[in-house]
Structure formats: C-alpha cells, structure tokens
C-alpha cells in the first residue's frame, strides 16, 4: 500500500507536469502546454495495409554546411550567439535535451528522480568519454554547472537557484535547488548547458578555440571561414550507432547568394539562410530539398528603459503604436511571419491571442499615428525625437526592418537613425552590464519555458534583462511563475505578464522567425526542431548517395 507521504508526492510531481515513465521522470510541461499521455497499446497490422519501407541508413560521408557567419568562440559557458551554438551543439552534450515536443529526454542521463519538489537525482549513462579519452563521471558535471555559475553573468543567474550538487558516486549527481523551480528541467536542457572536462579548461584557459566535449563530433580544425568537425567514437555510449556522417565541415559563406550558388553548384550540402528572398530562391529549385519550419522565437526590438528617450514609458509606447508590425512583415519579409505578442503562436496555449493583446490593434494592423502623437506631447516630446537602431547585417532580415520602421515613425514626428553593425559588436552592445545602445533590433531565440520569456528577459535582478526594464508588477509575476505547480495557475500567471510586459513595452515583438534551409536532396534525416539551436540533430543526418 503506498504510504500517505509517497502519494503526495506523486500528486506533487503530477501538478508540476513531470510524469513517471518507467525509471525515468520526463518533463511533461510541454511547449503545447499539456501533459505526457502515455502511449496507446499499438493495434495489429492488418494485412491489407501496404507496408512503407525507408532507405537503409548509409554511413560515412562528408556533411558539408553552408552557414552565414562565423562562431565568435565555442565555449559553451562564454558564448550566447546562435552561430556559436550551432556548432558548439555538435561538440558538446548535456544531461537532457529537447525532444521534437520541446520536452526535455534523457542524453548525458539515463534518467532522472524528482522525489521532491527542490531535489533531482540524475543516474548518468554509464562508459560517456571526453574527446581526450578520459571518461566522464559527476564530477563532471557539478564543475561545469559551477563554472557556468562564474563565468558568465547571464548564465550566473540561470544558476542562483542551486543549493548544493552532491556526487555520492560517479554515476549520480544529486541537485538541491533553494526553492522549487518549475522551469529548471527545461534550464538544463538548454543547449548552452554542456559538460565539461575540468582538466582542458584549465590547460587552455577557456574553450573558445579548443572544443573538448562528449558530444556527436570533435573538432579537427578552427579556422576563420572554415571548421571542420570529425566522428566522436565514443558517442556510441550516449546514443548508439551515431553519428552516421564521418565529417561536418561549416563553410562560412556570408552573401546569402553566394551560398544558395555554391549549393546549386553541388560545392555544399545545405545551407541555412537568412532572408525569404532567398528562401523563395531555393524553393523553386526542383533539385533541392528547401524546408521553412516554424520557430519559438522572434525577430524584436530591445528599447533601453535606463536613458532618455526610452526612461519615459509613454515614449516607449507610443513607438509600440505609431508602427504598424503588418506592414513590416510585408515589406521587410516578404510576408512570411504573423504578428505575435511576447510568446509566439508555436507556444501553444501559453500564447494569447492578439485580441487580448494591450493595445491590439494599434501597432499592429493600423498604425496609431494621433495616439502615439498624444503620448509623445505627454512625454515632453511635443516636437518629436529622434534615436538610434543597432542592426546587424548578419541577420540580413533585420536591416530592412528598421528600414521600415524608419519610414513609419516619420509620421509620428520621430527620427530612427540606423547604425549597422558587426553582429559580435552588438551582442556586447547588448550586455545588461554594458548595455551601449538606445533601441536594438535582433532576434531572441526560442526556449522551452515560459521562464526565459519573462524573469529571464525582465525581471530586475536577471542579467539577460537587457533593456534595464524595473518593474515591481513584472517582478512579483515572473516569481510566481517559476515557483509556481500548478499548470492551471502558471498560465493565468503568464497570461497577466505578458498584458504587463506589453504596456510597458520594454521589448516591441514584430514577428516570430522560421528556421529556413535548403539543401540536397540526399540529404536525409534532418529534423529542425522549435527551440535554439534548431539543428541539434545533426548527428542523425545521412547522405544518400
């Protein structure tokens, strides 16, 4: 008979989302916002059902990527850029990651025990190795959470909720948080969340040019415009048989033309790209394989809320209204986008819908010309304004947004001067801790938590609260979410906060954005997934031919 306390705890670890399956407790707080249902018995086939066969997997090969920016650096505990993830992915594990629903499953874990609301046990796969030999055990794993704790501010912050991590073996690793935390599965899921070796640290210094992980590859060489990744033998022990390529080689191609030519020319495999035009380009290509999936983030602009003119929250609502975000997505993108509020449709029942959005219309379908006007002359700023948009042509999208976005607040008496920049520069720009700018525009990635789109970005005491946002409301909601249990009540929660975020408007969302590839049609495999870095199966790729 269960005792009284084991069944409170059960009902606990129900309320929260996490469900047992088997020895393993998975992550049932999808980014759909439902439960794990557990699989239905599977009927027998009938025999009139024809059967469907899949090409036999081919190992070997060289993956050959065509990508539009170089990594800065792949220390996964120094670096917040997308382009460094994405290599950096294939280099490193950690001890969950996403699955195709956003749920956290096992990688560097075989499973993991929550037997109460501020403790998780994680068993680690057994016979995982670095790329320098040696095997990893959960020591491992407590200095790499500890280092990200110190070396980086944003990640310092994602870490203030552990306790203590315990090792009692080399095979568990015991994390006590200081209260419950709803998002911390998803946390350490992330794809910057990696383990590793103490000892290669501290020979280099930091891993920025000498990538030693447990991931999928190793890398063979670094230089500017080229990197080339060769197979981890080892990785057999994290997931068997993989990876089937025996090389990835990134080529940093930077004109988005350029490399759609080198991919038509049979020089690269396939080739992430940057705008619709080109998008568009690739799909008319009969030869190719071209792929537009939809993504949890978002294209948006970043107002600084700790200088004038940004200070005032009318200012910064009136350039919320006095644009028009449909009329972006027109003639920036080509159409493809929608309009969103701060968690994208994708979200699934997080999302709200744009009639309940503060301020919907005005914005967004019609531009408030007179009511932007009105908040400006309330703001002192009867005569106009005029600031500056950071963009990074890196993001080839993002130059023609504040284009627009010039043009339309001409009409509401304010100047946007654009500053186009080296993407490397504007993410220091960016920093909560140097925070040189006035508006930026750039995209933040997609995660699985409601977390990362609310404390994480706006919460006072958060390092990634970039544009400087102090609101006690905003606070006060972005606490209850993560400490809340209950599914039911942490949408109400999140449903308030984005009404709040949006009318004091530290961030203006224009658009979500789609991870947007093409490549050759033997090609096989490749599964893009909603949250960053969205190629994070690439060691599941093969080449057909």
Not at 90 to 95: A, D, E, G, P, V
Not at 330 to 351: C, D, I, Q, Y
Not at 354 to 371: A, H, K, S
Not at 494 to 511: F, N
Request: hydrophobic share 35%; net charge positive.
């Amino acid at each position: 008979m269960e005792s009284p306390k084991s069944k409170g705890r059960r009902d606990f670890l129900k309320k929260i989302g996490y469900v047992a399956t088997g020895a393993v407790i998975l992550g049932a707080a999808s980014y759909l916002g439902s439960q794990i249902a557990a699989p239905p018995k599977p009927e027998e086939p009938k025999t009139t059902t024809p059967v469907v066969t899949t090409p036999k997997i081919k190992y070997g090969g060289i993956f050959r990527i065509g990508q539009f920016d170089r990594p800065k650096g792949l220390d996964p505990g120094l670096e917040i850029a997308g382009v460094s993830e994405e290599v950096f992915e294939n280099i490193y594990s950690r001890l969950a990651r996403y699955n195709m629903q956003s749920v956290p499953e096992p990688e560097l874990a075989k499973s993991w025990d929550i037997p109460n609301a501020k403790t998780y046990i994680f068993h680690l796969k057994e016979g995982v190795r670095f790329h320098n030999g040696r095997k990893m055990i959960a020591e491992d794993v407590k200095y790499s959470f500890e280092r990200m704790s110190k070396v980086h501010p944003w990640y310092k912050g994602w870490f203030t909720i552990i306790e203590k991590i315990e090792t009692p073996d080399d095979l568990t690793v015991r994390i006590i948080l200081k209260t419950p935390a709803a998002h911390f599965m998803s946390m350490i899921a992330d794809g910057k969340c990696c383990i590793v070796p103490k000892e290669s640290v501290e020979k280099y210094g930091n891993l920025q040019t000498k990538g030693d992980g447990t991931g999928a590859f190793k890398l063979d060489r670094l230089e500017p415009d080229f990197i080339k990744l060769t197979k981890n033998e080892y990785y057999g022990a994290i997931y068997p048989g993989q990876p089937y390529v025996d090389e990835m080689h990134w080529i940093i191609i930077p004109d988005e033309s350029a490399r759609i030519a080198a991919l038509k020319a049979g020089q690269v495999d396939f080739i992430n790209l940057q705008t619709d035009e080109g998008h568009q380009t690739a799909k008319q290509d009969p030869n190719l394989k071209t792929i537009s999936a939809p993504q949890l983030g978002r294209d948006v602009l970043v107002l600084n809320c700790t200088k004038p003119p940004f200070d005032k929250p009318e200012v910064r609502q009136a350039i919320s209204i006095g644009i028009n975000r449909q009329e972006i997505i027109e003639k920036a993108r080509g159409g493809m986008g929608e309009l969103t509020g701060p968690f994208v449709k994708v979200f699934g029942n997080w999302s709200l819908p744009l009639e309940q959005l503060p301020f919907y219309p005005l914005g967004y379908t019609r531009q408030g010309v007179e009511e932007a006007k009105n908040l400006l002359e309330k703001a002192g700023y009867s005569k106009g304004l005029s600031f500056e948009i950071q963009a990074s042509p890196a993001y080839a999208r993002h130059i023609p947004i504040a284009e627009v976005i010039r043009e339309q607040l001409k009409k509401i008496n304010v100047e946007a001067k654009i500053l186009s920049i080296e993407w490397g520069l504007l993410l220091q720009n960016w920093r909560s801790d140097v925070r040189n700018f006035q508006m930026l525009c750039m995209p933040y990635a997609g995660r699985g938590d409601p977390y990362f789109y609310t404390y994480d970005r706006f919460h006072s005491a958060s390092a990634g609260n970039a544009s400087g946002i102090s609101d006690k409301e905003i606070d006060k909601l972005s606490e209850d979410g993560i400490a809340t249990a209950d599914l039911a009540e942490r949408k109400k929660i999140y449903d308030t906060l984005q009404k709040r975020i949006l009318e004091t408007v530290p961030m203006i969302y224009i658009s979500p954005y789609y991870r947007l590839v093409s490549m050759q049609k033997y090609v096989e495999n490749y599964r893009p997934i909603p949250v960053a870095p969205t190629n994070r199966y690439l060691a599941e790729v093969w080449l057909n031919k």
